[in-house]
């Protein structure tokens, strides 16, 4: 049930899977490691060892917005800190670009009306995971203005003027945004043994990496409130952070700087208390 919910959206899976405790079809088909990717010919023969980039190469190219729609949806860990002097919109591309297999280019006059620059700093935190580019492209594009849509001629991606008319929730932002209350509520994930954090003085953006990485849940600051000098990732934050009382812990964390969590586009979300 839980491989339907987080990876088939529910739906029953769309082919038969083999339960073989004894390891003797491992063995026949020669697999040494998981996972394994396998060509099987039409006449049932096996191939031998294939990876998906591998056999994508042989098939037809897929047009640019069928890239993004096929990758858009699929849970990556990732890790993007506010590095004024690293991350930028040029190496949200180069990231955008590598995961999807597609040549990804930025718009200039979109970029130039968002008030950003190519090279310039890209205001947003999101650490930890698993989160979709989706997501990714909600927490860290749409708040400038910006989004991801196919360029005319269906040979690249451009990170471009969003659309004014806001998309629906994805199934899978819907299932993660339950999971991620059930975590503010109290509810341990499976063999959870995460134990209560204390913070003296800490960086916010310090405090947050912690608490990602001891409770295994992924966390942002809103970027538009970056952008707009009204959330400092270096503010002080102290308190103790207990994981069965976790949105009341967070909430006593951040209120005395003036900000809140809530779940948001897969994440835990950190923005002023008052926009």
Not at 213 to 237: C, G, I, N, S, T
Request: positive net charge; aromatic residues 4%; charged residues 30%.
């Amino acid at each position: 049930m839980k491989i339907k919910e987080r990876h088939w959206q529910g739906k029953d899976l769309p082919f038969p899977v083999l339960l073989d405790g004894t390891g003797k079809t491992g063995k026949l088909f020669g697999i040494v490691a998981h996972p394994t990717g396998l060509l099987i010919d039409p006449q049932g023969k096996l191939v031998g060892p294939a990876r998906a980039e591998d056999l994508e190469k042989k098939l037809p190219a897929l047009s640019a917005s069928k890239r993004w729609a096929r990758h858009r949806d699929v849970r990556g860990n990732t890790l993007w800190s506010f590095e004024p002097d690293g991350n930028s919109l040029k190496k949200m591309a180069a990231l955008l670009g590598k995961w999807v297999g597609c040549q990804v280019e930025l718009d200039a006059d979109a970029v130039k009306a968002s008030g950003l620059t190519a090279d310039g700093p890209l205001p947003g935190v999101v650490v930890g995971g698993p989160v979709t580019l989706r997501s990714l492209d909600e927490l860290l594009l749409a708040p400038h203005g910006l989004g991801v849509a196919a360029s005319r001629d269906e040979k690249k991606l451009l990170i471009t003027k969003r659309p004014a008319k806001a998309e629906a929730k994805s199934y899978l932002q819907t299932s993660r945004a339950k999971e991620l209350e059930a975590r503010l509520d109290g509810k341990k994930a499976e063999e959870d043994e995460a134990k209560p954090l204390t913070f003296d003085g800490e960086p916010l953006l310090e405090a947050l990496r912690r608490l990602s990485q001891e409770y295994d849940v992924p966390v942002a600051l809103d970027a538009r409130a970056m952008r707009d000098k009204k959330l400092d990732p270096k503010a002080k934050v102290s308190g103790k952070v207990v994981p069965e009382k976790l949105r009341e812990s967070l909430a006593k964390l951040l209120g005395p700087a003036g900000l809140k969590v809530e779940v948001a586009h897969e994440v835990l979300l950190v923005s002023p208390a008052k926009k």
